[in-house]
C-alpha cells in the first residue's frame, strides 16, 4: 500500500508539477507524491494539438466571465486536464522572452529570479538539434547554438513543414521592409524581429517532447516518488492554531479519487506545493482559508490567512486574428488536413511511416515580435501613452504601482516587443466558408503587456465547480482596444499590401483595408479571443505590492505552502510561457 505521509505533496501534475517532481525526487531521501486530477494522454502528433480544445476529458474547458470591454462575449480558456498538464497538449512553442522582462522580476524584490537563472534553466531542460542547412537558409529556422542546452530532457528542434513555400520567404521580406529585421539570435535574450519559433518536438520521431515521455519513466521508478492520476484535490488539510512563526501549516491535502475522498499528510518538515495552475492554484488557496477574507466570509469559509492578493494581478495574452485567402498553385498548406479527408490521410500514413508531412510540424512556427514604434505612427503613439498614463493615475498608491512604472517603461525601450505577430497558413476566420480547393493565411495579432489586470476567484465552496476567471481583457480600454486598432491595421493595411507577401494575397476577409477606427474597434471587440498565456494569480511580489508568495515560493502567512506553476509569474513575459515555465519549478526545487 501507497504510504500516507511524504516530504512534499505536489498538487497538479502539470508543465511545473512533474519538472518539480522529478527534481525533488533526485535525493532518495526525500519522499515526492503527485496528484494529478487529469490521466495519460497520448496527444503527441504536432499538427493535431489544437483537437484537444473542447475535448471535456482532457481540457477543463474553462471560460471567463462575461468581458465587458469585448462586446460582453464570454470567451474560452482550454488549459490541459491530463498528466503532463496543458503541456501535454499545447502548441509546443520553446522560446525565451527578453531578457530584460525576467530581470524586472528581480527588480521587483525577488533575487535570483532574473533572465541568468532563467536562461541557464532553460538550457538545462533544452536537447537542441538545429534545422537542417536548407530550412535554415530558405526558412529562417536559425539560431545561434549557444542560445541552446544540448543535455536537457525535452528535445526542442524547428518544424520541417514548410508549405505553401513561398509564402514564408514572403512574410520575412516583406516584415523586413517594414522595418522589423530577421532575428537570428531570438533566444538569446532579445526577442524583436520576425523569426521561426524552435518547438518541443522529438527530433527523431517528430511527436510531442514533454515531462510524460523524457524524464518520468525513469523518475517513477524511483522508490521516493509516487505519481498518481485521477487524483483531483480538493483542499489543503491546515493544522489547527499556528506554528511558533505565527504561521498556519499545512498538515497535508484531501483529494478525490473514483468518487472517494482521500486524505495524505506532510511530514513535520514537508510542503505543499500547489502547481495546478493559474486559474486553479488560487482556487485552492481560497477553499483552504487562505485568501482575500472579504471573498472567503461571503462564502462562508473562516479565513486562516488574510492574504488579498490570492486571485488578483491575473494577467493574460489576447488576440485578434485576420484571415486572407492566397494565390492559387502555391502548393498544399497544413489547412487542408481539416477540409480534405484524402489530403488528411494520405498525409497521416506519410508521418506513421516516415515521420514527414504537415503532421510531423506545428501548423505554424512563424512569428514577429513588435515594440509599438514599429506599427504606430508618432502622433498617434503619443495620444495613446497620453491617455494611459491618464488610466494609470488611478493605480497611484495601490500595489499595482510599481509593476505599472516597469511596465510603462518597456514601451519607451524597442527591445522589449509588446505585439506578436504570428503567421499559420490556414483560415481562422469563423466567418468564412473555406474552400477546400483554395489556399488560406492567417495574421494572429497578440497583445504581450497588457496593463489590464483580472482575478480569479471561486465561484462556490463546491471543489468541482470551476472558478469565476475574470481575466478583464482591454480593462483599459482607450489605450489597448487602440492598440489593438492599431495592430489590425498594421495587419491589414500594412503587412498584406507590401510586396513580397501582397503578391501572394488576392483577399483579405475581415476587417476591410482601410477600414475606419470605428470599424477596427468593433471588429477587435468582437473577435478578441484569449492567447492561453495566463499568469501572476499568486504573485512572487512583496505582500504589500499584492504578493502571495515570498522569492522562496512560500505563501505569505503559511509555513510550508509553496506555488510553484504560472500563477507566481509576477509580471507577464512578452513570449509563449511553458519554458519559463519549466525554468522557474527546476528554481522551485532549489529554493524549496
Ligand atoms: C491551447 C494552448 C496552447 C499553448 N501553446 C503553448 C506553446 O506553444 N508554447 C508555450 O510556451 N506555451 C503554450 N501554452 C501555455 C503553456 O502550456 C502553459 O503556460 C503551461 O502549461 C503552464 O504550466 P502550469 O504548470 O502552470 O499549468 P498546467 O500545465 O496547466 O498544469 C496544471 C495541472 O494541474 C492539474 N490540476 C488542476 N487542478 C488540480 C487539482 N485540484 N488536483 C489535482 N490536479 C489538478 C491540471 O489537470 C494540470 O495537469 C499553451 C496553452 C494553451 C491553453
Not at 520553446?94 to 527588480?107: G, I, L, T
Not at 526558412?139 to 518544424?159: C, K, L, W
Not at 524597442?414 to 505577430?421: D, K
Amino acid at each position: 500500500a501507497t504510504s500516507t505521509t511524504f516530504d512534499h505533496i505536489i498538487v497538479g501534475g502539470g508543465a511545473a508539477g512533474l519538472v518539480l517532481a522529478e527534481k525533488l525526487s533526485r535525493n532518495s531521501s526525500v519522499s515526492v507524491l503527485v496528484l494529478e486530477a487529469g490521466f495519460t494522454t497520448d496527444d503527441v502528433v504536432p499538427a493535431l494539438f489544437s483537437t484537444f480544445i473542447g475535448n471535456p476529458t482532457i481540457d477543463w474547458e474553462f471560460v471567463t466571465v462575461p468581458q465587458p470591454h469585448v462586446s460582453n462575449n464570454v470567451i474560452s480558456l482550454p488549459r490541459g486536464k491530463a498528466l503532463g498538464g496543458t503541456a501535454a497538449v499545447n502548441g509546443m512553442y520553446f522560446v525565451r522572452a527578453a531578457s530584460k522582462e525576467y530581470d524586472a522580476w528581480e527588480n521587483l524584490g525577488n533575487p535570483g529570479w532574473n533572465w541568468k537563472t532563467v536562461d541557464a534553466n532553460i538550457k538545462a531542460m533544452e536537447n537542441f538539434t538545429p534545422a537542417s542547412p536548407s530550412d535554415a537558409a530558405t526558412f529562417h529556422a536559425t539560431d545561434i547554438p549557444q542560445n541552446h542546452g544540448t543535455n536537457g530532457p525535452i528535445s526542442v528542434t524547428y518544424s520541417n513543414y514548410w508549405e505553401p513555400n513561398p509564402l514564408i520567404p514572403a512574410y520575412f521580406n516583406t516584415s523586413n521592409a517594414l522595418g522589423i529585421p530577421t532575428n537570428t539570435h531570438a533566444s538569446g535574450g532579445s526577442t524583436f524581429g520576425v523569426w521561426q519559433s524552435p518547438c518541443a518536438i522529438d527530433a527523431k520521431n517528430r511527436s510531442r517532447s514533454y515531462a510524460v515521455n523524457t524524464i518520468l519513466p525513469a523518475a517513477e521508478k524511483r522508490p521516493n516518488l509516487v505519481v498518481m492520476t485521477g487524483a483531483q484535490v480538493t483542499k489543503i488539510t491546515l493544522l489547527p492554531g499556528t506554528v511558533s512563526s505565527g504561521n498556519v501549516r499545512a498538515g497535508g491535502v484531501q483529494y478525490l479519487t473514483n468518487n472517494a475522498t482521500q486524505n495524505v499528510n506532510v511530514t513535520a518538515t514537508g510542503n505543499v506545493i500547489l502547481t495546478a495552475g493559474t486559474y486553479q492554484t488560487p482556487k485552492l488557496l481560497e477553499l483552504s482559508g487562505i485568501g482575500n477574507s472579504a471573498v472567503l466570509n461571503k462564502f462562508g469559509i473562516t479565513p486562516r490567512v488574510d492574504l488579498p492578493g490570492v486571485g488578483e494581478n491575473l494577467q493574460d495574452h489576447f488576440a485578434t486574428s485576420v484571415s486572407f485567402q492566397l494565390k492559387d498553385g502555391l502548393g498544399p498548406e497544413v489547412g487542408q488536413l481539416t477540409v480534405n479527408s484524402t489530403f488528411f490521410a494520405e498525409q497521416f500514413q506519410l508521418y506513421l511511416t516516415k515521420r514527414e508531412g504537415p503532421f510531423a510540424s506545428v501548423p505554424g512556427t512563424t512569428l514577429a515580435m513588435i515594440p509599438f514604434q514599429t506599427f504606430i505612427n508618432a502622433t498617434r503613439l503619443t495620444s495613446l501613452k497620453a491617455s494611459l498614463d491618464k488610466s494609470l493615475k488611478a493605480f497611484k498608491g495601490t500595489p499595482f504601482e510599481e509593476q505599472f512604472a516597469t511596465q510603462r517603461n518597456f514601451i519607451e525601450d524597442p527591445s522589449v516587443p509588446q505585439i506578436e505577430l504570428v503567421m499559420l497558413p490556414l483560415n481562422q476566420d469563423a466567418s468564412v466558408t473555406v474552400d477546400p480547393t483554395k489556399l488560406y493565411m492567417t495574421i494572429a495579432a497578440v497583445y504581450m503587456h497588457p496593463f489590464a489586470r483580472g482575478n480569479v476567484h471561486i465561484a462556490s465552496t463546491d471543489p468541482l465547480q470551476n472558478p469565476l476567471i475574470d481575466p478583464n481583457y482591454l480593462g483599459i480600454t482607450e489605450f489597448e482596444t487602440g492598440i489593438m486598432v492599431e495592430a489590425v491595421r498594421f495587419v491589414t493595411d500594412k503587412m498584406a499590401t507590401t510586396k513580397p507577401l501582397s503578391d501572394l494575397i488576392v483577399k483579405t476577409f475581415n476587417p476591410a483595408p482601410g477600414s475606419s477606427d470605428a470599424v477596427l474597434q468593433k471588429f477587435v471587440q468582437s473577435t478578441l479571443q484569449s492567447s492561453w498565456h495566463p499568469c501572476g494569480s499568486a504573485s512572487m511580489l512583496p505582500k504589500a505590492q499584492g504578493g502571495v508568495v515570498d522569492p522562496n515560493l512560500k505563501v505569505y502567512g503559511t509555513d510550508n505552502i509553496r506555488v510553484a506553476d504560472a500563477s507566481m509569474i509576477p509580471l507577464e513575459i512578452g513570449t509563449h510561457t511553458m519554458a519559463t515555465v519549466y525554468a522557474n519549478a527546476l528554481h522551485a526545487a532549489d529554493v524549496i
